[in-house]
């Protein structure tokens, strides 16, 4: 689970980090990267539309990328701020191809 201290709440923030972050797409999800000059803690925020399925659907998926996400924490720079976007195809993506876009994403890997 994610910390307080590691999530973005205001619609504000998710805003900027869209419009001027660095994107990366993949398969199952989109992600958009901003680094802020001040070294505070990385942040992350999730879109799930209802495009990706029922309430149900969206939630686990949501669960699922949050759990990934609490696990880089470490692992990515101080001070970044991420949007992660689940897409349509994220509905029915094993945890660990989500994990392993995420990851190459956040961190990154090339393939």
Avoid at 70 to 94: F, H, K, W
Wanted: aromatic share 4%; with cysteine.
């Amino acid at each position: 689970m994610l910390a307080r201290a590691h999530r973005i709440t205001r619609g504000a923030d998710y805003r900027s980090v869209v419009r001027r972050g660095r994107r990366c797409v993949a398969a199952h999800v989109m992600s958009y990267t901003t680094v802020s000059a001040d070294a505070g803690p990385s942040r992350f925020g999730f879109i799930v539309s209802k495009q990706v399925g029922s309430a149900v659907t969206r939630n686990t998926v949501r669960r699922r990328l949050k759990a990934i996400s609490a696990g880089l924490v470490d692992e990515i720079r101080p001070g970044s701020q991420v949007v992660i976007r689940a897409l349509p195809a994220a509905a029915e993506a094993p945890y660990d191809i989500l994990a392993g876009e995420l990851t190459r994403c956040l961190t990154g890997e090339r393939r």
